[in-house]
C-alpha cells in the first residue's frame, strides 16, 4: 500500500468553479500535511499546509484533514486557468522536526478551462 | 535574495559518466533533500541530510552519493552505477524546527 495516495486525473473543471482534490495516507500517526503545486516544467511549491482536524483558509484555497479517515483535501473555489497544474499532497509523520520525512503522492493534474 | 539555487538547470550526460548537481541555500536550513521526479510519477526521495557531515538514503539511493560539507551545499552525485539517470532533480531544504520543505527550481539530466 502505497504511503500517499492520489487521483491522478487529469481533473478539468470551468472557470470559476470549485475544484476538489483528494489524497489519502496509509500512516494513521502522520502529523503534518502539505499541498504544493507544481506547474509544467517547474518546481514545486507550497500552497498550504495543515496540521489539525478541520478546516483551514487561505484565500481561495481551503485545505479539509479528516484524520480518523486518513483523507486531506484541497478546495479551490472561483477555478482559474492560472489554477492549471498538478497539484501534490505530501505527508510527514512527525511535526516540528526534521526528523520526518516526506512522502508525496503522484499528483493530480488539474486543469480549468476559459 | 535568501533561496535554493541549483545548477546546472540542464545537463547532458553521456553513458558511463558521473556528473554532479549542485544545491545551495542561504536559508539557514538545517536539513536539505535531494527528489528524483519522473513523467507522470510524484518525487521519490533520493538522500536526505539534517546535519552537517551527516546523510541519509532515501528510497532510492543506488547509484547516487552525497556529500554534506557545509551547511548550505549539498552536492548529489549521479554515478554511472545509476541505469537510468534521465529525470528533473529537485533540491529541497527546512529549518530545524518546521516541516515544510521548499524546493530549488530543479535540474533536467538528459543521458545521451
Known amino acids: 500500500q502505497k504511503e500517499v495516495e492520489q487521483n491522478s486525473g487529469p481533473l478539468s473543471v470551468p472557470e470559476g468553479a470549485i475544484a476538489s482534490l483528494n489524497c489519502t495516507y496509509s500512516?494513521?500517526?502522520?502529523?503534518?500535511f502539505f499541498w504544493y503545486r507544481q506547474y509544467s516544467g517547474k518546481s514545486p511549491e507550497l500552497i498550504m499546509f495543515?496540521?489539525?482536524?478541520g478546516d483551514k483558509e487561505d484565500g481561495r484555497f481551503t485545505a479539509q484533514l479528516n484524520k480518523a479517515s486518513q483523507y486531506v483535501s484541497l478546495l479551490i473555489r472561483d477555478s482559474q486557468p492560472s489554477d492549471s497544474a498538478t497539484y501534490l499532497c505530501a505527508v510527514n509523520r512527525s511535526r516540528g522536526s526534521t526528523l520526518g520525512r516526506l512522502y508525496f503522492g503522484r499528483g493530480t493534474q488539474l486543469t480549468v478551462w476559459p | 535574495d535568501g533561496g535554493i539555487t541549483q545548477s546546472p538547470k540542464y545537463l547532458f550526460r553521456k553513458e558511463g559518466q558521473n556528473v554532479t548537481l549542485s544545491c545551495e541555500q542561504n536559508?539557514?536550513?538545517?536539513?536539505m533533500y535531494w527528489y528524483r521526479q519522473d513523467p507522470g510519477q510524484g518525487l521519490r526521495l533520493i538522500y536526505y541530510?539534517?546535519?552537517?557531515?551527516?546523510?541519509q538514503k532515501g528510497d532510492i539511493a543506488e547509484g547516487y552519493s552525497v556529500s554534506r560539507e557545509k551547511k548550505e551545499s549539498f552536492p548529489l552525485t549521479v554515478t554511472s552505477a545509476q541505469k537510468n539517470p534521465t529525470a528533473f532533480y529537485l533540491c529541497a531544504s527546512n529549518s530545524g524546527n518546521a516541516d515544510t520543505q521548499y524546493f530549488g527550481p530543479g535540474t533536467r539530466l538528459t543521458v545521451l
Open positions: 536559508l539557514n536550513h538545517d536539513a
Open positions: 541530510s539534517q546535519i552537517v557531515n551527516d546523510f
Open positions: 500512516d494513521r500517526g502522520s502529523q503534518s
Open positions: 495543515i496540521y489539525s482536524n
